[in-house]
């Protein structure tokens, strides 16, 4: 109904009031003639178009390139720092520790038999619940400006590592006594 009512508005009124300049038309045909010859020789020559298109690869490459090299750097640079990254004495601690552990860790490997494979076992389950543990405090500590509650955390963390190792030798070493004693024939 609207579009009925527009229609009657336009067809009373004449809206037609100005004329084109002379030679508008004309000239309207020769910029449409001087537009498709700039078409088609654009098309004539596909270098252009190559060399843009190389331009917009080379863009995209570096752009990626500088993206990835600064994520790398700020994961470089924001790496979680041990206690080596503290001081020198807590460097020397956390070596201490590291040596003191693989060396129990050994010696529990050493003295694996199908007796202590469970207890074995369960040591080396809850030392990777430790050491996730210590990597959760590392992530903490770089967070936190190298705080000395986190700093002890750690320590602690790398003491109780060595000792469930220790309490695991110990075990070992009741079993192998309990085993020698039942085999021991007694003489009367």
Not at 7 to 33: Q, V
Not at 159 to 181: G, P
């Amino acid at each position: 109904m609207k579009d009925e009512e527009l229609y009657k508005l336009f067809i009373n009124e004449d809206c037609d009031l100005e004329e084109p300049e002379t030679g508008h038309e004309e000239r309207f045909l020769y910029k449409l003639k001087e537009s498709r010859k700039l078409k088609s020789s654009r098309s004539e020559s596909p270098v252009r178009p190559l060399w843009k298109s190389w331009i917009a690869i080379a863009a995209s490459i570096v752009f990626i390139i500088l993206i990835a090299g600064s994520f790398l750097s700020s994961n470089i640079l924001s790496k979680p720092a041990g206690l080596a990254a503290i001081s020198p004495e807590m460097k020397e601690t956390q070596d201490f520790y590291a040596n003191a552990i693989r060396a129990e860790l050994e010696k529990v490997n050493a003295s694996k038999s199908p007796e202590t494979k469970i207890i074995i076992d369960d040591a080396l389950v809850q030392l990777e619940r430790l050491d996730k543990e210590y990597k959760k405090l590392k992530v903490d500590l770089s967070k936190s400006g190298k705080d000395k509650r986190v700093v002890f955390a750690m320590v602690s963390n790398l003491q109780q590592r060595i000792d469930l190792l220790n309490d695991v030798l110990t075990q070992i070493e009741e079993i192998k006594e309990l085993k020698n004693y039942k085999n021991e024939s007694t003489v009367i």
